[in-house]
C-alpha cells in the first residue's frame, strides 16, 4: 500500500547501470565475533546493501539480463526495446521489455476494434530479499504509451533466489506469459468488464477519493489522477472504469515512474486489483461509490 502522503523528499537516483558484482560477507559484532548473519555488498562501490541469511544465493544481474535476452530469441521475441533500470543504490534491478512485433487488440466496450496493446514482460532482481527473480506480465497502452499490469501472479524464473539460472527454466517462463497475454484479448477479459461498469464523472472521484480512505493511493496521487480524469484524452472520455483505470495508469507511467518505478509500479497493482475485485464483486463497488463525507466548515459570526 502506498503511503497517505508524498511529500518532497530526497530521492536515491534510478540508474541504468545493472552489471555490477555482489558478494556475500559474515557479519561481525563490535567486538570482532561472527554473528551468524551475511550481508551483501556491491564490489565496485564496497557498499553494503542488506544484511542477508546463510541460506541466502546471490543472481547477479548480468546473468538474469543475458539469460533473458538469451530466452526471447529462442522462442523468436528477438526484437525488443529494453530498459533496464537500478535504484536504491543496486539493491533492486528491474528490466523492462517491450516487443512491438507481439501486439493485440484488448476487446473493451464500444470500440468495434479495441485498444492496441503490446507485450511487456518486466524482470526483477534484487540483493537485499525484496523481489524474487521473476517475470511480471504486463502490457503497453500503444495509443498512450502508459504501462499496465495483467494482475498475473508473477511467472518465476527460479524457484528460490539462486546462482542456477536454467535457459529452458526461462524460456517456459516466456512461453507461458505469452500465453496468459493471448488469453487475455478474449471477450470478456477483466478490463471488458471495467469498460461494461459505468460510472459518473463524480462517481470516478468518489472512487478516487474512497482509495485514499483504504490507503490504496495517496491524497497527492489521488489529486494526479483526478487532473487526468477530469481532463481525459479523447479516446478515454467515455466514464466508467477502464477510462479510470487508464486515467490512474497515464499519471503513474508520465509522473511517477521515471524517478520512482517501484511506487508506481506497486499503486498500479494495488489500484488494478482494487478496481478488477470491485467491478465483480458489486458489494466492494459500492463501498468505493460512497460520497466521502465531506467536513463542515466553521463558520465565526461577528
Known sequence: KEKKTDMARTTRPVTSDYDYNVVMEDMFTADGNK????????????????????DYNICQNADVINTSRDAFESVGLDNYKES???CRDGA????????PEHTRQLKVKG????DEVGLR???NNSFDRSRKVSFDLGMLRLVCTNGMTTMEKELSIARKHSSKLSLDFIVDAVNKAVSKFD????EGNIFDKMANYEVSQDQGLYILQNL??????????REGISQVWNNPRQEDEGRNVYNLLNASTDYLTHQVSESRFELSDRVTQNVTKRLANAVRKPALME???????????LTISE
Do not use: Q
Not at 92 to 99: Q, T
Open 92 to 99: 533492486v534491478m528491474r528490466a523492462v521489455y517491450d516487443f
Open 183 to 186: 488469453d487475455l484479448m478474449k
Open 35 to 54: 554473528t551468524g548473519w551475511k550481508c551483501t555488498r556491491r564490489l565496485d562501490t564496497g557498499n553494503v546493501i542488506a544484511p542477508v541469511t546463510k
Open 84 to 86: 533496464i533500470n537500478v
Open 111 to 114: 470500440k468495434k476494434v479495441g
Open 212 to 221: 485514499v480512505k483504504a490507503n490504496t493511493i495517496s491524497e497527492v496521487t
Open 287 to 297: 463501498k468505493l461509490l460512497i460520497k466521502p463525507k465531506v467536513e463542515a466548515e
Open 121 to 123: 514482460l518486466v524482470v
